[in-house]
T-cell receptor, first 114, second 114 residues
Framework: GAVVSQHPSRVICKSGTSVKIECRSLDFQATTMFWYRQFPKQSLMLMATSNEGSKATYEQGVEKDKFLINHASLTLSTLTVTSAHPEDSSFYIC??????????FGPGTRLTVL | QKEVEQDPGPLSVPEGAIVSLNCTYSNSAFQYFMWYRQYSRKGPELLMYTYSSGNKEDGRFTAQVDKSSKYISLFIRDSQPSDSATYLCAMGGAGGTSYGKLTFGQGTILTVHP
């Protein structure tokens, strides 16, 4: 399957700071990238869908001003958690898909906000 | 009612057993069905991807879809301790603005003990 990377794999930050997470598709051009968050022992919750060159589509209840998504190229999307708070601590996972509809997931980023 | 229901388990089986994992869904518009495996603190890994009702086999894994009953299953033959993970069913293709989006089940935690 295709390879998707995320960076960083783990980040600890102070409350009020902003954190940027990168998602890269390494061996294919991703027309669409998805951002999920996952709480312990729970399933993946879709946050937003981003298409290259256009604005992201956010799921209901997800604040677009807090979770900024940029999909600047067919291989890179970024998620910025602005003014992070402890309740934002979670496992953030991106996935990348092409026209085949298959989605390939990154390894995830564990965010801890102190 | 959730769109996708999956028994969270946990499920514990001896090595060599046949494992059956199941999901039911309520949205008849779903067109494709996937099974992912997720190890602890890692991103999900695509195992099986099917479009139509019937069985699809890949090594020790068999995915079964019954669209009339809105029921999908994943069978693992000759289970190994390395199969211990969380298994997530996912569905997509419900049309409209949801192109590419997946709806996940809660995930079933599987432990295969030697």
């Amino acid at each position: 399957g295709a390879v998707v990377s995320q960076h960083p794999s783990r980040v600890i930050c102070k409350s009020g700071t902003s954190v940027k997470i990168e998602c890269r598709s390494l061996d294919f051009q991703a027309t669409t990238m998805f951002w999920y968050r996952q709480f312990p022992k729970q399933s993946l919750m879709l946050m937003a869908t981003s298409n290259e060159g256009s604005k992201a589509t956010y799921e209901q209840g997800v604040e677009k001003d807090k979770f900024l998504i940029n999909h600047a190229s067919l291989t890179l999307s970024t998620l910025t958690v602005t003014s992070a708070h402890p309740e934002d601590s979670s496992f953030y996972i991106c996935s990348a898909g092409d026209y085949s509809r298959e989605q390939f997931f990154g390894p995830g980023t564990r965010l801890t906000v102190l | 009612q959730k769109e996708v229901e999956q028994d969270p388990g946990p499920l514990s089986v001896p090595e060599g057993a046949i494992v059956s994992l199941n999901c039911t869904y309520s949205n008849s518009a779903f067109q494709y069905f996937m099974w992912y495996r997720q190890y602890s603190r890692k991103g999900p890994e695509l195992l099986m991807y099917t479009y139509s009702s019937g069985n699809k086999e890949d090594g020790r894994f068999t995915a079964q879809v019954d669209k009339s009953s809105k029921y999908i299953s994943l069978f693992i033959r000759d289970s190994q301790p390395s199969d211990s993970a969380t298994y997530l069913c996912a569905m997509g293709g419900a049309g409209g603005t949801s192109y590419g989006k997946l709806t996940f089940g809660q995930g079933t935690i599987l432990t295969v003990h030697p």
